[in-house]
Every structure is written in structure tokens, then in C-alpha cells.
């Protein structure tokens, strides 16, 4: 993440315009505080760059897709998936707003609507990284389905077997 940071600011430094390095470098601040590697001056660093990148460049759907990833972080869930929505306006091809989208339907306890969202970004990304198998695992567990969760959670774990958000609760052994 650190190293990231280091090329985000290169870019910047040798373009003050470039408003897709000011989107990256606000998912390292986010990403910092959402794993627990820095406190909440990290996130609202987030915030600043996140915005910068949109008022940089509003018809770029990655600053709305970080605006949103930034506002998930600070619980603000109305307004990340104003911003998602904005960013799949601008590309309806956007697997990952329509990812991050499902995975906050699901946790504000509407999973059967982010199943819906989940499956609609694998079809547009069917090389989706573990996250999407991750995301879509829990759906599935919260709408009842906890054989496909458990499919779908163990090629998630077998995408990134040293995921920092390995299930605490095992499955339900299969029938």
C-alpha cells in the first residue's frame, strides 16, 4: 500500500492534473483505515482525494467508484451507492460499482437484491477476483442458499488463500 502511495505521488508530481492517481491514491488512505492499518485522519485523507479526483474529472467513473468505496468506509451508504450508480451511468460495463453495490445491499440487509448485483458483475467480469466470490458467498448465506455460499466461499479462499477476511464461522457441511 505504501508503495502504491509512493507511485500515486510520483504520477501526481509529474502530472497535477491526472485525476486517476488522486482516485488511487485515495483507495490506499481508504484501504489503510478499513483494514485497521491507520485511524480515521487515513480515511478523511480518502475523502480529500476522492473528491479532489471527481471535481478533477466528474465524468470518470473511477472517482465515483471511490467516492463510493470512501463513503461504504465511513458507513454512509445512501451516498456510496449515489455515487456507484453515477459511475454506472457513465460505463454500464462497471462490474466492480455494481460488486461494491451488492456487497452493500447485502449488508444493510437486503442480500437478495446484491445476489442480483453480484451476478450481474461476475457477467461482466467472469475472471472476478476472489472479492466478488467473497461478496457473493455471504449474499448467498443471507438468503438461505448455504450450499452455493459455501461453493462460492471456498473459491474465494482458493482465489486468495491469505485473505485478510477469512471466515470466522465455518459453513454448514454439505448434504
Same mark, same amino acid.
Given at each position: 500500500?505504501?508503495?502504491?502511495?509512493?507511485?500515486? +505521488?510520483?504520477? !501526481?508530481?509529474? /502530472?497535477?492534473?491526472? $485525476?486517476?492517481?488522486?482516485?488511487?491514491?485515495?483507495?490506499?488512505?481508504?484501504?489503510?483505515?478499513?483494514?485497521? +492499518?491507520?485511524d /480515521?485522519?487515513?480515511? #478523511?485523507? @480518502? =475523502?480529500?482525494?476522492?473528491?479532489?479526483?471527481? %471535481?478533477?474529472?466528474p465524468?470518470?467513473?473511477?472517482?465515483?467508484w =471511490?467516492?463510493?468505496?470512501?463513503?461504504?468506509?465511513? &458507513? &454512509?451508504?445512501?451516498?456510496? !451507492?449515489?455515487?456507484? %450508480?453515477?459511475?454506472i451511468?457513465?460505463n454500464? #460495463?462497471?462490474?466492480?460499482?455494481?460488486?461494491?453495490?451488492?456487497? !452493500? $445491499?447485502?449488508?444493510?440487509?437486503?442480500?437478495?437484491?446484491?445476489? $442480483?448485483?453480484?451476478?450481474?458483475?461476475?457477467?461482466? *467480469?467472469?475472471?472476478?477476483? #476472489?472479492?466478488?466470490?467473497?461478496?457473493?458467498?455471504?449474499?448467498?448465506?443471507?438468503?438461505d442458499?448455504?450450499?452455493? @455460499?459455501?461453493?462460492?466461499?471456498? %473459491?474465494?479462499?482458493?482465489? *486468495?488463500? %491469505?485473505?485478510?477476511?477469512?471466515?470466522?464461522? #465455518?459453513?454448514p457441511? $454439505?448434504?
Open positions: 500500500n505504501e508503495r502504491a502511495r509512493e507511485f500515486y +505521488w510520483k504520477a !501526481i508530481e509529474l /502530472d497535477p492534473a491526472f $485525476s486517476r492517481a488522486y482516485a488511487g491514491l485515495a483507495m490506499t488512505y481508504a484501504l489503510a483505515y478499513q483494514l485497521g +492499518w491507520d /480515521d485522519a487515513a480515511l #478523511s485523507r @480518502a =475523502v480529500e482525494f476522492a473528491a479532489t479526483a471527481e %471535481q478533477m474529472n465524468d470518470m467513473p473511477d472517482a465515483h =471511490v467516492l463510493g468505496f470512501v463513503e461504504t468506509q465511513r &458507513r &454512509r451508504h445512501a451516498e456510496a !451507492i449515489g455515487h456507484l %450508480q453515477r459511475a451511468r457513465l454500464p #460495463s462497471y462490474a466492480d460499482a455494481y460488486a461494491l453495490m451488492g456487497g !452493500i $445491499s447485502t449488508y444493510t440487509g437486503q442480500p437478495a437484491e446484491g445476489v $442480483s448485483m453480484l451476478r450481474t458483475a461476475f457477467a461482466l *467480469n467472469p475472471d472476478a477476483g #476472489s472479492l466478488y466470490f467473497l461478496l457473493l458467498g455471504r449474499a448467498l448465506y443471507f438468503v442458499e448455504p450450499e452455493q @455460499a459455501r461453493v462460492t466461499l471456498e %473459491q474465494a479462499l482458493a482465489r *486468495n488463500a %491469505q485473505s485478510v477476511e477469512k471466515p470466522t464461522v #465455518s459453513m457441511a $454439505s448434504k
